[in-house]
């Protein structure tokens, strides 16, 4: 054993080397992570097994963006650890109806359903939107349909998978479940289109994380809005790693000022501790789910739902969403800055970026291991983009040293 050299305690004497051996022999790979062994974090910041530190650029793709063991969510799950973990649904705990009353004021809606990971959530509106749409809307029996976006990222389940055209997410599990018609990202007259009586709802992300960060055309959001009322459909926004902050606003979709009638959440809702996710809507919506119809034994948790209520409570200040909306400054003008010099275009909205790497300098994923060759750690998507997504808790300084070693891998 030997101590890191930031005296954080002590380590195995094996290497990163081994340590990444020994994962890969006893793991399925279903990941290609970089070779980096993390042993503790704290704020924006990472150390591995042998004390080197790493600038955090991907915050757990929007679970951590409150950071790493933030002060707040450690002492709320301390607590709790100390009170009660579990209960399953079958009994009400102490404290759930203070979860469901704060992230249901936050969104502006009455009803949440809590659920554990956030294709658990998206599957739960996408039962729930069929629901709505036979009992309310009165579509004929198995026939509601939804509409989707061609480049979505909503989960993995093979109803998720069989809706995305990502042919490593989507083929060879299927055969995959009817009822998605999908379209143009960013084309509400292609969306609109699609719309037949047996429509029940629209499912898009406001911002298409996993797809490079994309951002939709100006007023798109607001014409979603517009079609799914008129044609008396649904409009399902995932929120899972847009919101909650991470755009400069508490949600995506308040960018043009539009509330959808369910909102999808994960992610950084369980702070980065415990997976949390949810479904919010009003009664008109939510309230079509009978008991025994759906549910779960971990969803609203003690333990999660005391992390949640913290979560909630300091997104309620607006000090987050102020944050992400400042240093959006620094890093749109730091990347742009970089378009012709190895960077050939990008997109940036709060602290969230795409950024695409010209080919003729090298892969996405060649970038993010100059990267952590140089103490930052980022995610490449799709070939050649690179996604950054700061904790946003990050210090304007450190953010800026981030994209000095970003300017330096492309020179």
């Keep these: 054993m030997s101590t890191t050299a930031d005296g954080l305690g002590t380590t195995p004497s094996m290497g990163t080397p081994d340590e990444v051996a020994r994962a890969e022999a006893r793991t399925a790979h279903n990941y290609h992570p970089l070779p980096v062994v993390v042993a503790h974090a704290e704020g924006a910041w990472m150390t591995d097994i042998e004390g080197r530190r790493y600038l955090d650029?991907?915050?757990?793709?929007?679970?951590?963006?409150?950071?790493?063991?933030?002060?707040?969510?450690?002492?709320?799950?301390?607590?709790?650890?100390?009170?009660?973990?579990?209960?399953?649904?079958?009994?009400?705990?102490?404290?759930?109806?203070?979860?469901?009353?704060?992230?249901?004021?936050?969104?502006?809606?009455?009803?949440?359903?809590?659920?554990?990971?956030?294709?658990?959530?998206?599957?739960?509106?996408?039962?729930?939107?069929?629901?709505?749409?036979?009992?309310?809307?009165?579509?004929?029996?198995?026939?509601?349909?939804?509409?989707?976006?061609?480049?979505?990222?909503?989960?993995?389940t093979t109803t998720i998978v069989g809706f995305s055209d990502d042919p490593d997410a989507r083929d060879g599990f299927g055969p995959f479940a009817p009822g998605f018609d999908t379209v143009p990202y960013g084309d509400a007259v292609a969306l609109e289109a699609a719309i037949t009586p047996d429509t029940v709802a629209v499912l898009v992300e406001p911002i298409q994380g996993e797809g490079g960060v994309l951002?939709?055309?100006?007023?798109?959001?607001?014409?979603?809005?517009?079609?799914?009322?008129?044609?008396?459909?649904?409009?399902?926004?995932?929120?899972?790693?847009?919101?909650?902050?991470?755009?400069?606003?508490?949600?995506?979709?308040?960018?043009?000022?539009v509330v959808p009638d369910l909102y999808v959440l994960g992610k950084a809702l369980g702070g980065g501790i415990v997976p949390v996710s949810a479904v919010v809507g009003n009664k008109d919506v939510l309230g079509v789910l009978k008991p025994g119809q759906h549910g779960s034994t971990f969803g609203g948790n003690p333990l999660a739902c005391a992390v949640g209520s913290e979560v909630v409570a300091m997104l309620a200040t607006g000090e987050f969403q102020t944050r992400g909306a400042e240093l959006e400054l620094v890093l749109r003008e730091r990347l742009e800055a970089l378009i012709g010099k190895g960077v050939v275009a990008t997109r940036v909205r709060g602290l969230w970026a795409g950024v695409d790497i010209d080919p003729a300098l090298g892969?996405?994923?060649?970038?993010?291991?100059?990267?952590?060759?140089?103490?930052?750690?980022?995610?490449?998507?799709?070939?050649?983009?690179?996604?950054?997504?700061?904790?946003?808790?990050?210090?304007?300084?450190?953010?800026?040293?981030?994209?000095?070693?970003?300017?330096?891998?492309?020179?």
């Design 363 to 411: 892969t996405g994923r060649e970038v993010c291991e100059g990267l952590m060759a140089r103490g930052v750690l980022a995610k490449d998507t799709h070939g050649s983009t690179i996604r950054l997504a700061p904790p946003l808790v990050i210090s304007a300084d450190d953010l800026n040293w981030g994209l000095d070693q970003l300017a330096a891998v492309l020179a």
């Design 215 to 257: 951002i939709p055309p100006a007023g798109y959001l607001r014409a979603v809005r517009e079609i799914c009322t008129r044609n008396n459909v649904l409009f399902v926004a995932d929120e899972i790693q847009a919101g909650l902050g991470r755009t400069g606003r508490t949600f995506a979709c308040d960018h043009e000022e």
């Design 57 to 156: 650029l991907l915050a757990g793709y929007s679970a951590l963006n409150f950071g790493h063991s933030h002060p707040r969510l450690i002492g709320a799950a301390k607590a709790q650890l100390d009170q009660l973990t579990l209960t399953s649904r079958a009994f009400i705990h102490d404290k759930f109806a203070d979860f469901c009353a704060g992230l249901g004021d936050l969104c502006g809606k009455e009803l949440v359903l809590p659920m554990n990971t956030g294709a658990e959530a998206v599957e739960t509106a996408i039962k729930v939107s069929r629901k709505w749409g036979y009992d309310v809307k009165g579509v004929g029996a198995d026939r509601a349909r939804i509409v989707v976006a061609a480049g979505n990222f909503h989960g993995r």
